[in-house]
């Protein structure tokens, strides 16, 4: 079955970095576009990077432009999310999300994983 599986939360200070990981299982992964959205409490989930499926083009949330990079491994089914300099507004539950449109539109989530930014 389809299994999107993060990890690499934590607990981090300020100006520290994590790096989160998604596995993929159960669908081909290389043919998704793979993205990462986060939602802290009492907000929406919001996206925060996005990969495409060919070609790596990326785009990210203005809030982790220069901090935040995503990337790719279609040899491992996984995808990344490099956090540097973590503030305390990155405090939030970051779910993996893989994405197609055609032949028919299709969308996986994962269950999260919780990063906390405090001193």
């Known amino acids: 079955q389809v299994q999107l599986v993060e990890s690499g939360g934590g607990l981090v200070q300020p100006g520290r970095s994590l790096r989160l990981s998604c596995a993929a299982s159960g669908f081909t992964f290389s043919s998704y576009a793979m993205s990462w959205y986060r939602q802290a409490p009492g907000k929406e989930r919001e996206l925060v990077a996005a990969?495409?499926?060919?070609?790596?083009?990326?785009n990210y949330a203005d809030s982790v432009k220069g901090r935040f990079t995503i990337s790719r491994d279609n040899a491992k089914n996984t995808v990344y999310l490099q956090m540097n300099n973590l503030k305390p507004d990155d405090t939030a539950v970051y779910y993996c999300?893989?994405?197609?449109?055609?032949?028919?539109?299709?969308?996986?989530w994962g269950q999260g994983t919780q990063v906390t930014v405090s001193s």
């Open positions: 999300k893989a994405a197609r449109q055609w032949p028919v539109t299709t969308t996986y």
């Open positions: 990969i495409a499926s060919v070609g790596g083009s990326t």
